[in-house]
């Protein structure tokens, strides 16, 4: 594809998110659920490389028995993941962690509450990957590998694959080192700045040769500053 027919916009998700932000900003899930900001950490997990296998997903539950000791740990079970812990047996182990809030799968605008008032998250889910900068939440990632790299090169984020002894470390360093924490907080957003619809839109009117009443910075000008 010739340049001249590519356009840097950024990610719409991040658009979106922005929009029901202030609608998130209403739901009342932390009263409901007992939790202040920044006193838990948000856990989501659901890839079948991650809950298929017992081994591995034997790792993760013992990590988070070790983690739950520190911080209270927040997890919303997806359904295939509520499959596979019954499967091999481990609801049990799991329920008796007293710091590990299990709970059915939540609304978006709950679960984006809980996101921004987390004090770091959890995580396999790539979506989530692109919210957390936005949300300035630095990011576990349980993968060995991700396909949205551009967090973790932006220091944002950080991958551990599914070892309990990397998993428990990088969670309970993050938790200690507030220069690590801070640095990894305060990152330029890689998914752009909540603008790309508006950028799509212009390139569109562009192409028609339709007028368009609002200019939107070109998102370069965003990485400049």
Known sequence: IPLEKIFFVGNVMIDALLKYRPRAAQSRILQDLGLKKDNYCLLTLHRPSNVDEDGTLNGIVDALGEIEKEIKIVFPVHPRTWRMIDKF????????????????????????????????????????????????????????????????????????????????????????????YHKMTNITNPFGDGLASERIIGFILDFFNIEREVLVPPLEEFYSK
């Open 89 to 180: 047996g481990f609801r049990q182990k799991m329920e008796k962690m007293e710091n590990l809030l299990l709970m059915e799968p939540l609304g978006y605008l709950d679960f984006l509450k809980l996101e921004e008032n987390a004090r770091l998250v959890i995580t396999d889910s790539g979506g989530i990957q692109e919210e957390s900068p936005t949300l300035n939440k630095p990011v576990i990632i349980l993968r060995e590998e991700t396909e949205r790299p551009e967090v973790v090169n932006a220091g944002g984020a950080v991958l551990v694959g599914t070892h309990k002894e990397k998993i428990v470390s990088n969670v309970l360093d993050l938790l200690e080192n507030e220069q690590r």
